[in-house]
């Protein structure tokens, strides 16, 4: 099959928010694209509006029912952007000869961070300080720290093994930053001598997210960084 016949329907809202580079490489080897614009998961009548004269189809979590099928005039594939199909009527789609698939794994970090930003969040009342702070209020909160607890995971999918702290720090690139009051302290931390005097923000211009502001731009501090 020449790709560059092929028409491919893509409705997952997620589809390259954080990679560009998945819009360019689908273009370029088919030829034409059509996204959902909706910025939401379609109805069942709106894929059936969409499906008619396309190869394939990448698709969110529409309703993909034998109603939405039933245009499907070319379909060949249903490639799921993520890994359940429950939404898709796999009976119906057998039936007119459609493939689907999933990308099992492909979410699996984001849904493992998410689980330890969510335990943060609760072991450290991080919501209700939150709530607090906005009305003016800055409570003096007590959390529970996590070293020397036991952490229970029902179910060791690829989310459950993708969890362990560990695992997900190895792959950060971790940047360090060290203010040192004094040559003793450079010391007891390994060192030899007391890194050269430099400014924060000159030390970390790659940081992704935000921007580094020193205390005192204009005044040196002395600093360790390190990978």
Not at 41 to 65: F, H, S, W
Not at 68 to 77: E, I, M, S
Request: hydrophobic share 40%.
């Amino acid at each position: 099959m020449d790709l560059k016949l092929c028409h491919v329907l893509v409705t997952a809202t997620s589809y390259g928010k954080t990679d560009d580079r998945l819009f360019t490489e689908l273009e370029g080897q088919v030829g034409k694209v059509v996204y959902n614009t909706t910025g939401k998961p379609l109805p069942a009548a709106e894929v059936a509006r969409l499906l008619p004269g396309m190869d394939g189809y990448i698709a969110g979590l529409d309703v993909i029912n034998r109603q939405a099928l039933a245009t499907a005039d070319r379909l060949k594939v249903i490639a799921r952007y993520g890994v359940g199909v429950d939404n898709i009527d796999l009976a119906a789609a057998s039936e007119r000869g459609i493939r689907v698939t999933n990308t099992p794994g492909a979410n699996s970090i984001s849904v493992a961070e998410l689980t330890v930003g969510l335990i943060l969040s609760l072991a450290r009342k991080i919501p209700e300080s939150a709530a607090a702070a906005r009305t003016g209020g800055w409570p003096r909160t007590t959390g529970l720290s996590l070293e020397g607890k036991t952490v229970g995971l029902l179910g060791l999918g690829l989310a459950g093994r993708d969890y362990d702290l560990r695992s997900l720090a190895r792959r950060c690139a971790v940047d360090s930053l060290l203010q040192l009051q004094g040559k003793d302290q450079h010391e007891s931390r390994g060192g030899s001598s007391p890194a050269p005097a430099v400014g924060a923000s000159s030390q970390f211009p790659h940081l992704a997210g935000g921007q580094l502001h020193d205390a005192q731009p204009d005044l040196p501090l002395p600093l360790v960084a390190g990978k």
